[in-house]
C-alpha cells in the first residue's frame, strides 16, 4: 500500500481466535509492528475475547505495537449486541484504533489499513520502494509441519 511517499508492505497471519490455536498466537505476533483485533458486533463474548488479546498483545507484543481493534459485522448493525460506545471507549482507553468494519460489503476494511499505516512508526530502508498488492487469506494450520532442515 502506498501512503504518501511510503510504500507500507503488510504480511498478515489470521490465527482465527480459536481457543485451540491460542498456544500458536505468540509464533504469529512476535515481532509484529501492528495486530487487527476483530470481534463480531452482534456477538458480546467475541468483544470480550478480543479484550483479552489486546491484552496480551499489550503486555506480550512488541513495546510500540499498534493494535486496532475492528468491531465486523456492521452489516449486521440491526443485530448488534456490542454498543459502538462501548467499544470505542474501550479502545481509547487501551490506545487501540477503533473501526467498525464489514467483510461482507468491504465497508471500512480499507480505511482501517490505511489507519494503521499511519500510525507505524517510519524507517529508512536501503531498498527502493517496492509496490505490491494485498492479499488477505486466512489459515489455521492442522499441526506444524515438520521442516527437515529445521534444528529446531
Not at 530502508?125 to 506444524?144: I, M, N, Y
Amino acid at each position: 500500500m502506498c501512503l504518501n511517499d511510503t510504500t507500507v508492505k503488510f504480511e498478515i497471519w489470521d490465527t482465527a481466535g480459536q481457543e485451540r490455536y491460542h498456544s500458536l498466537a505468540p509464533m504469529y505476533y512476535r515481532g509484529a509492528q501492528a495486530a487487527i483485533v476483530v470481534f463480531d458486533i452482534t456477538n458480546s463474548e467475541s468483544f470480550d475475547k478480543a479484550n483479552q488479546w489486546v491484552s496480551e498483545l499489550q503486555h506480550q507484543g512488541s513495546p510500540n505495537i499498534v493494535i486496532a481493534l475492528a468491531g465486523n459485522k456492521s452489516d449486521l448493525a440491526n443485530k448488534r449486541n456490542v454498543p459502538t460506545t462501548s467499544a470505542q471507549s474501550y479502545a481509547e482507553e487501551n490506545g487501540c484504533l477503533f473501526m467498525e468494519t464489514s467483510a461482507k460489503t468491504n465497508l471500512n476494511v480499507t480505511e482501517l489499513f490505511v489507519a494503521i499505516a499511519k500510525k507505524l512508526p517510519k524507517t529508512q530502508t536501503t531498498k527502493p520502494p517496492v509496490h505490491s498488492t494485498l492479499s488477505l487469506q486466512a489459515t489455521v494450520p492442522d499441526e506444524p509441519d515438520p521442516d527437515p532442515k529445521c534444528k529446531c
